[in-house]
C-alpha cells in the first residue's frame, strides 16, 4: 500500500484517479471543498505547504488542469497564461518542487489529454498544454533523482463529463472513469517511467 496524494479530489478527473486508488492510503487536496488538503497549484507556496503538512507520500496523482477554451484567434493571451499556468507550469511545478519531497522510489502522475493527438474546434490551449505535459514526463523521467518516477495519464473525454463536453466533441467515444482509474493505478503501482498513459476507445 502506497501513501497517495490525489489533487483534485473531487473533480470529474479526481474522482477517476480515486476509482482506481482503493489499494491505496489517498491524502485527497484540491482548492476547496472537503478535501484533506487545501492546495492551489498555481501558487509555489502553497504546493510547499502541501508537501510540508502531508509529510511522508509515495506517489502525487495530480488531476487538476484549468484550460480556457476559444478560437485561436479569440483566444488572448491572458486566456493562453491562464492555461499554461494551470495546467502546464502548475503541474510542472508539483514535480519540480515535490521531488525534494517524494519518497525514494516515488512516482508523480500528471493529467494530460487526448486533445493533442485529436484536435477539436476552441481546445487549442488545452491541446497545447496537453502535448507539453506528455513531452515533459517522457523527457523528466531522465533527470528526477532516487528512483522517482513519472507519467501522464492522456485519457478521452470521460462518460461523466459527456453531458459537458459531447457537445463540443462530436464523433468521440466517452469512457468510462472506471477504465481511466486503472490507468492511474498502473501508473501509481507499477514500475513504468517516462509513459503517456492513453485511454482512448
Ligand atoms: N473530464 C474529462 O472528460 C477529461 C478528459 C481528459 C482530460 N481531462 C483533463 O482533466 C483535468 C481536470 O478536468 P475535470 O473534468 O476533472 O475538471 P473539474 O471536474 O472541473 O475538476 C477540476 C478540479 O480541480 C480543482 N482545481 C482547479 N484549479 C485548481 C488549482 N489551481 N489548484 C488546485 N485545484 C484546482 C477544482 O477545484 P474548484 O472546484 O475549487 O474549482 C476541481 O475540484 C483538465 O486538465 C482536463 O483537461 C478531463
Not at 484533506?36 to 509515495?58: A, C, K, M, P, R
Not at 532516487?146 to 463536453?165: D, K
Not at 503501482?189 to 498513459?197: C, D, K, N, R, S
Request: charged share 15%; with cysteine.
Amino acid at each position: 500500500m502506497k501513501t497517495v496524494i490525489v489533487i483534485g479530489a473531487l473533480g470529474k478527473m479526481g474522482q477517476a484517479a480515486l476509482s482506481g486508488l482503493k489499494n491505496h492510503k489517498v491524502i485527497t487536496a484540491g482548492r476547496s471543498g472537503e478535501v484533506d488538503h487545501i492546495v492551489d497549484i498555481t501558487d509555489e507556496q502553497s504546493i510547499i505547504n502541501l508537501y510540508e503538512q502531508v509529510g511522508h507520500f509515495d506517489a502525487v496523482v495530480n488531476t487538476v488542469g484549468y484550460c480556457e477554451y476559444a478560437t485561436f484567434d479569440e483566444m488572448s493571451e491572458s486566456q493562453w497564461m491562464t492555461t499554461v499556468t494551470s495546467k502546464m507550469m502548475g503541474q510542472i511545478n508539483l514535480v519540480r518542487i515535490g521531488q525534494r519531497y517524494i519518497a525514494e522510489g516515488g512516482s508523480f502522475t500528471l493529467i494530460s489529454g487526448i486533445l493533442n493527438v485529436k484536435p477539436i474546434p476552441m481546445a487549442i490551449a488545452d491541446a497545447t498544454t496537453s502535448g507539453a505535459i506528455d513531452t515533459f514526463v517522457k523527457c523528466v523521467a531522465y533527470e528526477l533523482p532516487r528512483g522517482i518516477r513519472i507519467n501522464a495519464i492522456n485519457p478521452t473525454v470521460l462518460e461523466e463529463a459527456w453531458a459537458v463536453y459531447g457537445e463540443m466533441m462530436p464523433g468521440f467515444q466517452p469512457v468510462p472513469s472506471a477504465l481511466v482509474g486503472k490507468a492511474f493505478e498502473r501508473s501509481v503501482a507499477g514500475f513504468i517511467t517516462g509513459e503517456v498513459l492513453f485511454v482512448d476507445a
